[in-house]
Each structure stands twice: as structure tokens, then as C-alpha cells.
């Protein structure tokens, strides 16, 4: 079905991609052994429209499927322990395989929890050869974490990433030049691109079930550009297996970040807001400890459907009165769906130092401040969420 290439010298563009396959069940596994020989699926949230985030192989056996609403899950199933998404142990968990995995490379991208890129050109003159290197790391991985982990081979993001998804092999290498012969059989939701819904709609009415479907018709390229448009150059280089992304490490920017997961999902525009307005007083509790204000501020929102969608401003005050009316406004333009709402998050970048400057007229900026003042004094000694407005307490 596939090519593979055993031994590629790592001076040629080598990129590694890590895949911890269930990565949640496994964490949970490992801090609680009595899940390891159970049905257990990790969800959302324990209200009726929570989903199923990620879930154990004897639990695919009883029939569930990530995605399913887990009001769905529990009429079909009563037997299966759903557990509550634990994102500190995820987080952390994450963190330290991270750390591991720059061991054996200096350039290493984590993706999303438990999927790592390792860029691993050049390193011709410290491993044998890409396999003996991919190997080295399975089994550091395992050695330090017992995470069981799936490795891909290629020259580039893309295909090393897909072949983790789709290869069972714990170690799977795709030869440079193979990249489209590889995609060929694979199923046409495979390229990140159908996602699109434009190009989903394309891939279905047309019938364009597998990537080779896709490859015939890019044959034809006035045909092509008709049918996908704009994303004409993307479906044609996944298609194909190209991707010419660099593997980035992550920066250390400094920033202050707040999210509440919702404890059921909703779009009660009263509870949201009052969220949203305990999430921004967080974040200027902290920006006020630092002595910063964020010239770049995103809110994110997190639908029930996977669907996100983000909004950016700034602010030039670091005071909750500010810093609300500011997320609230953000939160109006970037709330246009009717989904409910999973989480909400708030981003604040671009810390600068506060600059002081007296108003001659207009007092209120000075009367704002005293009261952050003397409620950060409150917060300080009792924790950051003993002292909320009224309007705050129905999240």
C-alpha cells in the first residue's frame, strides 16, 4: 500500500511527528491503574450536551465514537466510567513529554496535547539513521512517562503527521518522492483542507471519496480551479503531499491567560457575560500585580460543535472597568453563532508598563483605580475570586 524508505540520512529534510495515541485515557491511566483494563471515555462536560473527548479502545468496543453527545452515550451504554476532562494533568503531562523530546532535538514543535514535531535535519553526525533516531525516542518516551506513542517519518509536516493518524505501525517512514503515492488511498477528509466547507461541499457532491479522486481531478486544472476556488493551491499541495512549513519552536511571550470551561454548555447571553466579565477582572487582578496593561487582548470562544472562533482589541487601562467593557464588546462581535458555548478565554499580549497620567477634568479614572485598589487588597489576602460583582455569581 505504502512506500517506505528504512534508513533516511538525516542531512536530507527529516521531520519527526509524535502522536500519543488517546492521549487523555492514557494520562488518566496513569495516575489511576484500576482505569487500564476499563471502558472509559473522557468528556466535555457531565451535562447532557457535553461530548466525548477522548475515549479507550475496549469503549470504540461497546460502540462509542468521539463526538458523541454524552446524553447519547448514556442510553446506549451504562457500563462505560465517563470521566471529566482534567486539563492541569493534561497540561502538565504534556509539558514534561515536551521537555523530553528536546532531548534529542533542539527544534521541537508540540501541536496540541500529546502530538510533537521534530525537526531532525542535520543530525546526520549524532543518530545512525532517521529510524534508529525515531526509535531512541519511542522509547524514551516510554521509559519516562509510559505513554504509549506512534512516530512519523518524511520530509515534511504533513505527511508525517497523517501517517501517524492513519499507519498502525509504532514507527512508519514515508520515502521523499513517495509523498503522493502515499496520500493516494487515503480517505479524502485525511487533508486538513476539507474541513473547509466550501471544499467539503466539492468532495461531496462530486463524490470524491478517496485522495486519488482528488489527484485525477487536479489532472485537470482549469477543471480543478472551477471547483475549489481559492483553495485551489491548498487541496492541490496536501493532495500531492507537499507542505513546505518549517517546524517552529514555541516563544516564550510573556502573557496572562484566563479560561473558564462552561459547567454545562449554553448561550445564555446572561451567564456568558457574567463569565466573560469574571474573566476579564482576573485578568486585570493580574496585570495590576505586574504593574502592566495588554496592548493586545484576544477572547476566544469554544462552541459545543468543536467550532472556535476569536476576536482581538487593546487596552490602554489595566482597571476591571476598563478591562470588562473591553471583553464585553469583544465578546458581542465574536459571539454570531447560536451553538452553545463550551469555554471562553481570554488572552492578554503585549504586556507594556503602565503609564500614569492625571486627568484635569474627568476624575472617574482616578475613582476606578482606588476601588481596583482596595479590591486587589481583598483578593491578595483571600484569592482572586473572594470579592466578585453581583452580576458575576450566576456563572
Do not use: W
Request: net charge positive; hydrophobic share 40%.
Amino acid at each position: 500500500m505504502f512506500s517506505v524508505k528504512s534508513n533516511r540520512p538525516l542531512h536530507d529534510r527529516s521531520i519527526f511527528h509524535i502522536r500519543c495515541k488517546d492521549f487523555a485515557i492514557q494520562a488518566e491511566r496513569l495516575m489511576d491503574s484500576r482505569l487500564r483494563t476499563r471502558a472509559v471515555a473522557v468528556i466535555s462536560s457531565n451535562h447532557q450536551q457535553g461530548t466525548v473527548v477522548s475515549l479507550s479502545d475496549e469503549a470504540r468496543q461497546e460502540g462509542l465514537r468521539s463526538g458523541m453527545k454524552v446524553s447519547l452515550v448514556r442510553k446506549m451504554n451504562h457500563s462505560v466510567l465517563l470521566l471529566p476532562c482534567n486539563e492541569r494533568l493534561y497540561e502538565s503531562m504534556n509539558r514534561y513529554i515536551y521537555q523530553t523530546v528536546l532531548s534529542y532535538s533542539p527544534l521541537v514543535e508540540p501541536s496540541r496535547y500529546g502530538q510533537y514535531y521534530v525537526d531532525m535535519t542535520g543530525m546526520g553526525n549524532i543518530y545512525a539513521s532517521s529510524k534508529q533516531a525515531g526509535n531512541l525516542i519511542l522509547r524514551g518516551i516510554h521509559d519516562k512517562v509510559s505513554l504509549t506513542s506512534t512516530l512519523g517519518i518524511s520530509a515534511n509536516k504533513l505527511v508525517s503527521s497523517v501517517s501517524t493518524l492513519v499507519v498502525p505501525e509504532p514507527l512508519y517512514e514515508v520515502s521523499s518522492g513517495f509523498e503522493p503515492q502515499f496520500m493516494a488511498p487515503l480517505s479524502s477528509r485525511t487533508l486538513p483542507v476539507t474541513k473547509e466547507k466550501p471544499v467539503k461541499q466539492v468532495v461531496e457532491f462530486v463524490f470524491l471519496k478517496k485522495v486519488v479522486d482528488i489527484q485525477k481531478i487536479l489532472r485537470q486544472p482549469e477543471t480543478a480551479a472551477v471547483l475549489f476556488g481559492k483553495f485551489y493551491r491548498q487541496v492541490d499541495m496536501q493532495a500531492h503531499g507537499k507542505d513546505f512549513s518549517a517546524v517552529v519552536a514555541p516563544r516564550a511571550v510573556p502573557h496572562v491567560v484566563k479560561q473558564k470551561i462552561l459547567n454545562r454548555d449554553t448561550n445564555d447571553a446572561a451567564l456568558l457575560e457574567a463569565v466573560v466579565q469574571t474573566l476579564a477582572e482576573q485578568i486585570g487582578f493580574e496585570l495590576r500585580q505586574r504593574k502592566r496593561v495588554a496592548r493586545s487582548l484576544c477572547l476566544e470562544i469554544h462552541y459545543s460543535d468543536g467550532f472556535k472562533n476569536a476576536r482581538k482589541g487593546a487596552a490602554d487601562f489595566n482597571d476591571d472597568k476598563s478591562l470588562t467593557t473591553l471583553c464585553l464588546d469583544l465578546f458581542t462581535k465574536t459571539n454570531y453563532r447560536r451553538n452553545s458555548i463550551r469555554s471562553i478565554l481570554i488572552d492578554a499580549t503585549n504586556l507594556q508598563p503602565v503609564v500614569h497620567q492625571l486627568e484635569l477634568f474627568d476624575n472617574r479614572k482616578e475613582e476606578n483605580e482606588a476601588l481596583c485598589k482596595a479590591v486587589d487588597k481583598i483578593r491578595t489576602r483571600f484569592g482572586d475570586l473572594s470579592i466578585q460583582p453581583a452580576s458575576a455569581l450566576v456563572a
